[in-house]
């Protein structure tokens, strides 16, 4: 089992940012493929990114949006630029193991955070 607490979500001003935090306990953290979703209100949920030895990203927050991680802390970060209204929503971090074929995908992912808001003001 893998345990993730998000944090670091808020209000914020377009334009702003913000750096969101998940931290893990349980299994080794290393081991893991760390994503981030986002549901915003009325939609469904979406891919933000994935981080293993690299990192990728929607079309939608490539260039403003950052993951990293810090395996001696089981933590991956998501550093939010220049967010929009648009980038409103519960923010999700999730793990899945190694060796998956589409981390694009929630699918690929078998342990999730309980969610953190954040929330962009025009």
């Known amino acids: 089992q893998v345990q993730l607490v998000e944090s670091g979500g808020g209000l914020v001003q377009a334009g702003g940012s913000l750096r969101l935090s998940c931290a893990a306990s349980?299994?080794?953290?290393?081991?893991?493929?760390m994503g981030w979703f986002r549901q915003g209100p009325g939609k469904e949920r979406e891919f933000v990114g994935y981080?293993?030895?690299?990192?990728y990203y929607a079309d939608s927050v490539k260039g403003r949006f950052t993951i990293s991680r810090d395996n001696a802390k089981n933590t991956v970060y998501l550093q939010m630029n220049s967010l929009k209204p648009e980038d409103t929503a519960v923010y999700y971090c999730?793990?899945?193991?190694?060796?998956?074929?589409?981390?694009?995908?929630?699918?690929?992912?078998?342990?999730w955070g309980q969610g953190t808001q954040v929330t962009v003001s025009s």
């Open positions: 999730a793990a899945g193991g190694a060796g998956g074929s589409d981390y694009y995908s929630s699918r690929q992912y078998d342990y």
């Open positions: 349980g299994r080794t953290f290393s081991n893991y493929v």
């Open positions: 981080i293993w030895w690299s990192a």
